[in-house]
């Protein structure tokens, strides 16, 4: 409930920040042969861009991406493009999707992509996925590349770290396939010290990098603050010590208490300062 919890705030956050943005922006319904470009055939290529958004080598770079996602996972993300300010018929679009396209020879993610406004994404998956990845999950999914799109600089850009980031998340969704079932705790990733303790299902990448740091980070302030104190304490000792200096007594010699060639008697005025550093001092009056 907890993690249900934070992540509907997080959700809310993200929404209402894009809503200030894009509040006057108006709508234009994707109907006629735009919609018919997207919906009316099944799709060729894991890229459909049929208003051409992104250019030659951009439109290639992003193709290259999904071949080689698809070639290396038991899922397919396909990706569909479309102008940020243009809006979706649900009726005709959900039909055209469910009723029209067949059947994936392998489960897929279907990416809805608004350039400009990733906030507006829309992820549908195949039913064979959606049976097993529980809808918390694939919110959770979305609203981390929708976060990760935020240091992007051109919409482009944005795209691109969108998919990245979405390939790292489907991983999580290929085991939940081969497990066969929905996971009964999902995912959730917690700073240390937020209170409860870190519930994890799996062992992604970035967790483990997170744990690393965390656990390492530690060791080495506590290393450094135990080398501070000691030098501190060393400190302290050096200026707290005094010196003390043996009596000896010497053999009257012609009648005096010295030996011969002795020509003056030093006498140091400090006792908690080095007997060198006192010297150096007589020697310089």
Same mark, same amino acid.
């Given at each position: 409930?907890?993690?249900?919890?934070?992540?509907?705030?997080?959700?809310?956050?993200?929404?209402?920040?894009?809503?200030?943005?894009?509040?006057?922006?108006?709508?234009?319904?994707?109907?006629?042969?735009?919609?018919?470009?997207?919906?009316?055939?099944?799709?060729?290529? %894991?890229?459909l861009?049929?208003? !051409?958004?992104? $250019?030659?080598? /951009? @439109?290639?770079? =992003?193709?290259?991406?999904?071949?080689?996602?698809?070639?290396?996972?038991?899922?397919?993300?396909?990706?569909?493009?479309?102008?940020?300010?243009?809006?979706?018929?649900?009726?005709?679009?959900?039909?055209?999707?469910?009723?029209?396209?067949?059947?994936?020879?392998?489960?897929?993610?279907?990416?809805?992509?608004?350039?400009?406004?990733p906030?507006?994404a829309?992820?549908?998956?195949?039913?064979?996925?959606?049976?097993?990845?529980?809808?918390?999950?694939?919110?959770?999914?979305?609203?981390?590349?929708?976060?990760?799109?935020?240091?992007?600089?051109?919409?482009?850009?944005?795209?691109?770290?969108?998919?990245?980031? %979405?390939s790292?998340?489907?991983? !999580?969704?290929? $085991?939940?396939? /081969? @497990?066969?079932? =929905?996971?009964?705790?999902?995912?959730?990733?917690?700073?240390?010290?937020?209170?409860?303790?870190?519930?994890?299902?799996?062992?992604?990448?970035l967790q483990?990098?997170?744990?690393?740091?965390?656990?390492?980070?530690?060791?080495?302030?506590?290393?450094?603050?135990?080398?501070?104190?000691?030098?501190?304490?060393?400190?302290?000792?050096?200026?707290?010590?005094?010196?003390?200096?043996?009596?000896?007594?010497?053999?009257?010699?012609?009648?005096?208490?010295?030996?011969?060639?002795?020509?003056?008697?030093?006498?140091?005025?400090?006792?908690?300062?080095?007997?060198?550093?006192?010297?150096?001092?007589?020697?310089?009056?």
């Amino acid at each position: 409930m907890k993690a249900h919890a934070v992540l509907l705030a997080a959700m809310l956050t993200h929404a209402f920040a894009f809503a200030q943005t894009g509040a006057d922006v108006e709508r234009v319904p994707l109907e006629g042969r735009w919609h018919d470009a997207y919906f009316a055939n099944p799709p060729q290529g %894991l890229l459909l861009d049929p208003q !051409r958004l992104l $250019r030659g080598s /951009e @439109a290639r770079d =992003a193709r290259e991406f999904l071949d080689y996602y698809a070639s290396d996972s038991k899922i397919n993300l396909r990706v569909l493009l479309f102008k940020g300010d243009q809006e979706l018929v649900r009726s005709s679009t959900e039909t055209a999707l469910h009723g029209h396209w067949p059947s994936p020879d392998k489960p897929e993610v279907v990416l809805y992509y608004y350039m400009g406004t990733p906030e507006r994404a829309e992820l549908h998956l195949s039913e064979a996925l959606d049976a097993v990845v529980p809808r918390i999950e694939q919110q959770r999914a979305l609203v981390s590349c929708i976060e990760f799109t935020e240091s992007a600089v051109t919409a482009p850009e944005a795209l691109e770290k969108f998919m990245v980031q %979405l390939s790292i998340r489907m991983d !999580r969704m290929v $085991r939940l396939l /081969e @497990a066969g079932a =929905a996971s009964p705790a999902p995912l959730v990733m917690k700073e240390p010290g937020e209170g409860d303790p870190i519930v994890t299902q799996g062992n992604e990448p970035l967790q483990k990098v997170k744990a690393f740091w965390w656990r390492w980070g530690f060791m080495l302030i506590g290393a450094l603050v135990a080398i501070a104190l000691f030098i501190v304490a060393c400190a302290i000792h050096r200026r707290r010590a005094t010196y003390r200096f043996p009596d000896h007594d010497v053999r009257e010699r012609l009648g005096g208490a010295h030996g011969a060639g002795v020509g003056a008697v030093i006498y140091f005025s400090s006792r908690s300062e080095p007997p060198a550093a006192q010297l150096e001092q007589l020697k310089r009056h």
